[in-house]
T-cell receptor, first 117, second 112 residues
Framework: NAGVTQTPKFRVLKTGQSMTLLCAQD?????MYWYRQDPGMGLRLIHY???????AKGEVPDGYNVSRLKKQNFLLGLESAAPSQTSVYFC????????????????FGPGTRLTVL | KQEVTQIPAALSVPEGENLVLNCSFT??????LQWFRQDPGKGLTSLLL?????REQTSGRLNASLDKSSGRSTLYIAASQPGDSATYLC???????????FGKGTMLLVSP
């Protein structure tokens, strides 16, 4: 049981390049989230998903796209990277099924450190 | 919009002390409040989750309390150890399909 895993762990991009961050969970969780963590700003929600095939915007969605084609995977895409997207990105998952899943703790991956030059 | 504040931002104590970390939130209509630990360069580890109907939760030397009416939660760490040194984050989950709103954390250093 690996929990929540993220790929890659580190990445350096040039401005304008694109990339996709992959998050995978093996806990059969319904909900998945992408956060970014910046010094002095704390953790902020980018996008989230309440089930396979669904996505929703969080607090800071601009410049990012997401997809949840399979229940266990949640992808975060940067179409044209900007230096302002330099951050540590965390994926999380929670909830097994039904509305009670809302009250379940979130489990986090180890993070992806992204630098955009 | 929910806002979560953690005080103090940093705390340094000698080993063995009991300590309290504070978390306040502006919207009392929450589903639950969760406390996390984050070690440098690592992800977040869930410590305790208090549902809105509960007053406190305990795990080992950790005890978290929740007072929804006053918008406050505290994390009590008993007999602190150097291994407790980390950043502690609290997060409030709102109603509906809303998600977690995080505080900026308290950086704890426990000296031997």
């Amino acid at each position: 049981n690996a929990g929540v895993t993220q790929t890659p762990k580190f990445r350096v991009l040039k401005t304008g390049q694109s990339m996709t961050l992959l998050c995978a969970q093996d806990m059969n969780h319904e909900y998945m989230y992408w956060y970014r963590q910046d010094p002095g700003m704390g953790l902020r929600l980018i996008h989230y998903s309440v089930g396979e095939g669904t996505t929703a915007k969080g607090e800071v969605p601009d410049g990012y796209n997401v997809s949840r084609l399979k229940k266990q995977n949640f992808l975060l895409g940067l179409e044209s990277a900007a230096p302002s997207q330099t951050s540590v990105y965390f994926c999380a998952s929670s909830g097994t099924s039904g509305r009670m899943a809302l009250n379940n703790e979130q489990f986090f991956g180890p993070g992806t450190r992204l630098t955009v030059l | 919009k929910q806002e979560v504040t953690q005080i103090p931002a940093a705390l340094s104590v000698p080993e063995g002390e009991n300590l309290v970390l504070n978390c306040s939130f502006t919207d009392s209509a929450i589903y639950n409040l969760q406390w996390f630990r984050q070690d440098p360069g690592k992800g977040l580890t869930s410590l305790l989750l208090i549902q809105s109907s509960q007053r406190e939760q305990t795990s080992g030397r950790l005890n978290a309390s929740l007072d929804k009416s006053s918008g406050r939660s505290t994390l009590y760490i008993a007999a602190s150890q150097p291994g407790d040194s980390a950043t502690y984050l609290c997060a409030a989950q709102g109603s509906g399909y809303s998600t977690l709103t995080f505080g900026k954390g308290t950086m704890l250093l426990v000296s031997p």
